[in-house]
């Protein structure tokens, strides 16, 4: 339930950041809310959701206070979303494959544009959607939405 939650949740904000270039909090932060919830009252122990949410959220945190012209608060607040949702080992794995998408298109955009990889700004919650969707896979997804 708890990925349907997040799936659910990825779709507006890929729309409005690639749109506005913006991660809107009402989409991102009920969803972190409901993800968590889900998770404590699930199988698992109450407080791994919240560890999983908090591990990613500070592995994007800090990029952002380097460089915020760079990430948002709203990519971490979607990592940490992803996080919570699919746990610490596929919550990680899913951001370090978005951001391998991001790099990868930036770098050749920059190519292609011959200018400096720096001066590429991407909307970053299409390739966190792309690295979620590679880490649970289609079949999962559709496991998921069938219930």
């Not at 992803?82 to 298109?105: D, F, N, R, Y």
């Not at 909307?123 to 496991?143: E, K």
Request: net charge neutral; hydrophobic share 65%; charged share 10%.
């Amino acid at each position: 339930m708890d990925v349907l939650v997040l799936v659910i949740a990825l779709i507006p904000a890929v729309v409005v950041d690639l749109r506005r270039r913006i991660i809107p909090d009402a989409v991102v932060m009920p969803a972190l809310v409901a993800v968590l919830v889900i998770g404590a009252l699930g199988e698992a122990a109450w407080w791994e959701p919240i560890a999983s949410a908090a591990l990613v959220g500070v592995l994007l945190f800090v990029p952002a206070l380097i460089r915020p012209d760079g990430m948002g608060l709203g990519d971490v607040k979607l990592g940490t979303l992803i996080g919570g949702a699919l746990g610490a080992i596929p919550g990680l794995l899913a951001v370090l494959a978005g951001l391998g998408l991001a790099a990868a298109w930036g770098f050749s955009l920059a190519a292609a544009r011959r200018t400096r990889p720096s001066d590429i700004a991407l909307p970053l919650a299409p390739f966190l959607a792309a690295g979620v969707l590679a880490v649970i896979g289609p079949a999962a997804l559709v496991h998921s939405l069938h219930g």
